[in-house]
T-cell receptor, first 111, second 114 residues
Framework: DAKTTQPPSMDCAEGRAANLPCNHS???????VYWYRQIHSQGPQYIIH???NNETNEMASLIITEDRKSSTLILPHATLRDTAVYYC????????????FGPGTRLSVLP | NAGVTQTPKFQVLKTGQSMTLQCAQD?????MYWYRQDPGMGLRLIYY???????DKGEVPNGYNVSRLNKREFSLRLESAAPSQTSVYFC?????????????FGDGTRLSIL
């Protein structure tokens, strides 16, 4: 079962920042926070991951609270193509594990 | 740089037929995975290959076989397809530099068994 809680849906205006929250209050010390998204009929697309420090790449920023019990994915300038279901996943990626997705957050970027 | 490429994208089989799903990655990754995703569910691991020359069972291996042909390619075979194997199949790969490198997924094969 998923170890994360995300809002089921969010809207964001095109060109604005999209801030997607995730609660993971039971995260353990060696588990990373990963964000993936899945656009209809495509495979899960990796966005970003982190352990305890904030991370940034060409797609997004990840802000993890100091107690690591929650995080926020930030898409700085959302476009229509960012409309997707976003999944926050916590795991220590040892071999042999299923990839447990919760329901995720359905982000709709509006023109 | 294509990432993870899966073929075919769609396939319809009759019960009892066999087929092989192909997966290739061009990221020089050591580890490769096969998952299935059923509606409303997460990805369930069928088989994985931690490195070239090794394969291991995941949670749902029954009815499937795999071959790690070389570092780039990892195939999944259904020997005698059953309707319960109707699903979307995803291949993924990961660098083995450390445990927590992310897995990168292909776009899937949508398989229907009649």
């Amino acid at each position: 079962d998923a170890k994360t809680t995300q809002p089921p849906s969010m809207d964001c205006a095109e060109g604005r920042a999209a801030n997607l929250p995730c609660n993971h209050s039971t995260i353990s010390g060696n588990e990373y926070v990963y964000w993936y998204r899945q656009i209809h009929s495509q495979g899960p697309q990796y966005i970003i991951h982190g352990l305890k420090n904030n991370e940034t790449n060409e797609m997004a920023s990840l802000i993890i609270t100091e107690d690591r019990k929650s995080s926020t994915l930030i898409l700085p300038h959302a476009t229509l193509r960012d409309t997707a279901v976003y999944y926050c996943i916590v795991r220590f990626d040892n071999y042999g594990q299923n990839f447990v997705f919760g329901p995720g957050t359905r982000l709709s970027v509006l023109p | 740089n294509a990432g993870v490429t899966q073929t075919p994208k769609f396939q319809v089989l009759k019960t009892g037929q066999s087929m092989t799903l192909q997966c290739a990655q061009d990221m020089n990754h050591n580890s490769m995975y096969w998952y299935r995703q059923d509606p409303g569910m997460g990805l369930r691991l069928i088989y994985y290959s931690a490195s070239e020359g090794t394969t291991d069972k995941g949670e749902v291996p029954n009815g499937y076989n795999v071959s790690r042909l070389n570092k780039r390619e990892f195939s999944l075979r259904l020997e005698s397809a059953a309707p319960s194997q109707t699903s979307v199949y995803f291949c993924a790969s990961k660098s083995a530099a450390d445990y927590n490198q992310p897995q990168h997924f292909g776009d899937g094969t949508r398989l229907s068994i009649l």
